[in-house]
């Protein structure tokens, strides 16, 4: 039974580890993506794909424009 009350632990306890937890994991998923992208672009950048990214992107974007136009049955 004492080795049960030593584990246990406040609410306030739970909350803050959790709170803190959670910051942490989103501060290092944010970082992480942050490094993750900045090495994908200058990569891009120097094979020369940010012109192909942008056109496809381009034509995507009208392509979607084009049939919700002529489709706004699609919008609900």
Known sequence: MA???QA???LKEILLNNFLGGL???IGATVGISIIIF???NVF?????I???GDFISNLT????TNLQSN???VK
């Open 3 to 5: 080795r049960f009350e």
């Open 8 to 10: 246990a632990k406040t």
């Open 24 to 26: 942490a994991w989103a």
């Open 39 to 41: 090495l994908l672009t």
């Open 45 to 49: 950048r120097n094979v020369g794909w």
């Open 51 to 53: 012109p192909f990214i």
């Open 62 to 65: 009208s392509y979607v424009l």
């Open 72 to 74: 706004p049955q699609l």
